[in-house]
């Protein structure tokens, strides 16, 4: 039975896509070749928290088309009702749009595009770390 993805609420693409976005921080860091499970949680917590995710939004942001645009907006503008105490309600609504879009993508096979933005955001963000430590 297929269901139509406009027919989720935004809320639910924000849930799932949640998850879609800790198994691509997960997978990445695997790859890195770590394996102690306390380093992967502790490296895992510069990707998925909401300031992070924030930041990750501001680097691809520019690069969405006009329909991820309006989903990563519709989730944006969920209203929230509780913030976590490390973020802003800005950046808690900015990382709520990007797990949105991330969920919508998922839910319609578009998992190249998913990896792609995913490996923009934070290919771009450790190439401006590297730089401002050399």
Not at 46 to 70: D, F
Request: charge should be negative.
């Amino acid at each position: 039975m297929a269901i139509d993805v406009k027919q989720i609420s935004t809320a639910a693409l924000a849930y799932l896509g949640d998850s879609v976005f800790e198994l691509l921080v997960r997978q990445m860091l695997v790859e890195k070749g770590i394996s102690d499970s306390r380093h992967l949680n502790t490296e895992a917590l510069k990707y998925v928290t909401a300031s992070a995710q924030a930041a990750a939004v501001r680097r691809i942001l520019a690069a969405l088309t006009e329909e991820e645009n309006a989903v990563y907006h519709r989730g944006r503008n969920i209203g929230h009702t509780n913030v976590p105490k490390r973020a802003t309600v800005m950046e808690y609504r900015m990382a709520t749009g990007l797990e949105a879009l991330f969920g919508y993508l998922h839910f319609t096979g578009r998992t190249e595009r998913t990896q792609e933005l995913f490996d923009f955001a934070f290919r771009t963000g450790e190439e401006n770390d590297e730089q401002s430590q050399g």
